[in-house]
């Protein structure tokens, strides 16, 4: 699997999302929207909105939070496969 966040380092989702992936031990590419040269707008571009972070799992844009609520733990647990979810 390729899995690659966008995120930035102010953003507390981020740093939870990325959390969660390095206790599953799920290996990821960490793009800075900040430090990578139009990496922001390729969010935008990709998923109509400016929200981070955000996962690309095979090609596949997906937000791993909700606003308001959070990260989603259970849906992305099931989305990586990753067994025995105990969150």
């Known amino acids: 699997m390729q899995l690659t966040v966008y995120s930035a380092p102010w953003c507390p989702d981020c740093r939870e999302a990325k959390r969660f992936l390095d206790q599953h031990k799920l290996p990821y590419t960490d793009i800075n929207i900040e430090a990578t040269p139009g990496a922001a707008d390729e969010v935008v571009r990709q998923t109509g909105k400016r929200a981070i972070p955000q996962f690309v ?20 647990a099931k989305r990586l496969e990753i067994e025995g979810l105990n969150d």
Request: glycine share 16%; no cysteine.
């Open 57 to 76: 799992i095979d090609g596949e844009w997906v937000q791993p939070y909700r606003p308001g609520e959070g990260f989603l733990y259970d849906e992305m």
